[in-house]
């Protein structure tokens, strides 16, 4: 027996299955990045005019419209990962965790299957390729949801506190390893097979581990039952932040036109999203606004538990990583581009540019998982911070031409950095609940996260898709960049028409390091952890400012 009084073995069971599960949701997450030039390809072909010449206005349209599925196939993903988190947990707090968990399985299974059959079993002329993949990409996030709003919780409530950390960075390094993984592997998925099998690739993994998920996990919190779910809540809570994503994406679309000829195809197909967008940021705080007032006035049972914020330890955990968040998110998306573009990589190659951050971050992360256990959280996670601040520094001044090994080395600490943040924050914020809120704590935790990545992404769409060039925008996303000579990189030619990419990404990344910068104040404001026992029961207790309990 454990010391909190479950079977020693079956924490370990836990942490291998929901290890899967973030191995697989991150290689699908990396998987698809790297491999959008080549999904593209395809959904273009699928696309009415898309077979066309190129330089014809059918063949133009079919580029544009194809492009907004590529788009919505990645953005849509996160979309409703960002808005189901929330309602997720807090279903699993009330009906059960391992329930949610099993269902997330299978539905992640069947949506990926799905994903890669699109236009197949469906035939494309009865809805295109394009659209079905937006529509199976969607029905994965619903599955990816319901697996990440209840894994830490999982994990949480089977090891005691003193192992948390241990097992939490585990957890997060399979993650990194699946980034790592989802790279390589989509490049040479791409590169020799059908872009299908980046999403085919995670079946057989999936239906292993919802078979040994429903036959070996089990319920170790009791689900409030007495409880009812706030729906009203939900949807008000979903409804804004989809608004604010919407219009963000929308905006990002519309702003690609300035300076194109009202007369032109790309300005007909993506102007007309900027009125959208306007719309949609002018609900989302009106929608947030609602949710608030129902959450502290009508709801009998809130969705969002506000008052997991008066706990110390859980708002700065959660502040501080979702600042971080805006801050890296948008590290691995500039960077693959920054590769294929300026360098002239080709996709599988920008992959590998990638790895020394993943070996990054696999390295520091169990490290600071297992010291933080021991010598408490709040060294680790202010030393990651800042040291993930300091590459942001570096990378908003990276010349156009900085050698390989310059850029790796960045890339390394950069890797370093959140490893020592991640393991000892999760484990902070999870440490900080009790047992009934877990659900619902995760998710609170991961829909800050994923709605601070997408804001980060939000960000370099902007402000790419509103400087560079149109053309020079979806030649990036079309990968037709591959592996171009050193005389033709570094010609002059070829190195101005990336500048506008390159001032682009250096403010970017500038305004990323003031955001992290930032995340100092609620990491530092962090109380230190201390470990009592009492009826064999571990509890917790945080040490103030001034060192008393």
């Known amino acids: 027996m454990s010391g909190d009084g479950k079977p020693g073995n079956y924490k370990w069971v836990v942490l291998s299955n929901t290890t899967i599960a973030m191995l697989m949701a991150a290689i699908d997450t990396s ?4 491999s959008l030039p080549y999904i593209l390809q395809s959904v273009l072909r699928h696309t009415y005019g898309g077979t066309s010449a190129p330089g014809s206005s059918a063949y133009a349209i079919a580029s544009a419209d194809s492009f907004v599925y590529v788009i919505w196939s990645l953005m849509g993903y996160m979309l409703i990962t960002a808005t189901l988190l929330i309602f997720f947990g807090r279903l699993a707090d009330l009906k059960g965790r391992v329930k949610i968990y099993n269902a997330g399985f299978v539905v992640f299974t069947v949506g990926s299957l799905l994903a890669g059959l699109s236009g197949i079993i469906i035939p494309n002329a009865m ?18 949801a319901m697996l990440w709003s209840n894994s830490a919780a999982l994990l949480t409530d089977a090891f005691p506190s003193n192992q948390r950390g241990l097992a939490l960075g585990t957890n997060m390094v399979s993650g990194v390893g699946g980034s790592i993984l989802g790279l390589v592997l989509g490049g040479v ?7 299908r099998f980046i999403f085919f690739i995670n079946v057989p993994i999936g239906i292993f581990a919802t078979a040994w998920a429903y036959l070996r996990l089990r319920e170790i919190s009791s689900p409030s039952r007495d409880e009812t779910l706030d729906t009203a809540g939900a949807v008000m809570f979903s409804s804004s932040i989809a608004s604010l994503l919407l219009g963000s994406t929308f905006y990002t679309l519309g702003g ?8 032109g195809v790309f300005y007909t197909t993506f102007h007309p999203y900027l009125l959208i967008s306007y719309v949609a940021f002018a609900l989302s705080p009106v929608l947030m606004a609602a949710f608030v007032i129902n959450e502290v006035y009508f709801a009998k049972h809130p969705l969002m538990k506000f008052t997991l914020f008066r706990k110390r330890a859980f708002s700065t955990g959660v502040f501080a990583s979702s600042l971080l968040a805006v801050g890296r998110g948008g590290i691995m998306f500039l960077m693959v581009f920054y590769f294929e573009g300026v360098k002239g990589l080709s996709s599988f190659n920008a992959g590998l540019q990638l790895v020394p951050m993943s070996l990054g971050f696999l390295l520091a992360g169990p490290i600071s998982g297992i010291l933080s256990d021991r010598m408490g959280y709040r060294g680790f996670t202010t030393a990651g911070i800042l040291l993930s601040a300091v590459v942001l520094v ?3 001044i990276l010349p156009q031409s900085a050698p390989a090994i310059e850029v790796s080395g960045v890339l390394a600490l950069a890797g370093i950095g959140g490893g020592l943040f991640g393991s000892p924050n999760i484990a902070s914020v999870m440490g900080s609940i009790d047992a009934n809120e877990r659900g619902v704590g995760a ?4 829909t800050m996260l994923n709605v601070s990545s997408m804001i980060a992404l939000t960000i370099a769409f902007v402000f790419i898709g509103t400087t560079v060039n149109v053309s020079n925008f979806i030649t990036l996303f079309v990968g037709t960049l591959k592996n171009l000579p050193a005389s033709v990189v570094q010609s002059a030619a070829y190195q101005a028409q990336w500048r506008p990419f390159m001032n682009s990404f250096h403010s970017i990344f500038a305004i990323f390091s003031v955001v992290v910068t930032v995340a100092l104040i609620p990491s530092a404001l962090r109380p230190r952890k201390v470990s009592l026992e009492a009826s ?8 103030g400012e001034s060192g008393e309990l």
């Open 256 to 263: 690609m036109t300035a300076g194109i000829q009202s007369t």
């Open 189 to 195: 998925i791409t590169s020799f097979a059908s872009w």
């Open 536 to 543: 064999g029961e571990t509890v917790f207790a945080t040490v």
């Open 127 to 144: 809805i295109t390729e394009g659209l079905q993949l937006v529509i199976f990409r969607l029905l994965q996030a619903v599955g990816a």
């Open 443 to 446: 998710a609170t935790n991961s």
């Open 31 to 34: 998987i698809v990045i790297i």
């Open 394 to 396: 570096f990378l908003s």
